[in-house]
């Protein structure tokens, strides 16, 4: 689903908000949640999951086309780990 998808699907289910009201709620969410994730924090929202930031350590990696050592730098990168309910909805209801 892409952003503007979702923003018709929202404008469709709250008909008394204009769509630009309903955009920027996204807009807002969306931005909140990304603040959060580069202060450190984590976000999570019940039955969803959860956001969070992982540290990845520097290491020597390969250049797929030459074979050649490549030094890569250490980073954080957002993680998520989805809510048992949302498992459940994926896995039609049956838990793995």
Known sequence: MLRSE??????????????SE????????????AVALAA??????RGFGAFSVRKR????????RTGAAVKVAAKRVPFFKPGKELRLKVNGGEEP
Request: aromatic share 2%.
């Open 6 to 19: 979702l923003v018709a699907r929202l404008q469709e289910e709250f008909a008394p908000l204009r769509a």
């Open 22 to 33: 309903v955009e920027h709620a996204v807009d807002i969410v969306l931005d909140e949640i």
């Open 40 to 45: 450190g924090g984590r976000v999570e929202l």
């Open 57 to 64: 350590d520097a290491r020597t990696g390969r250049n797929p």
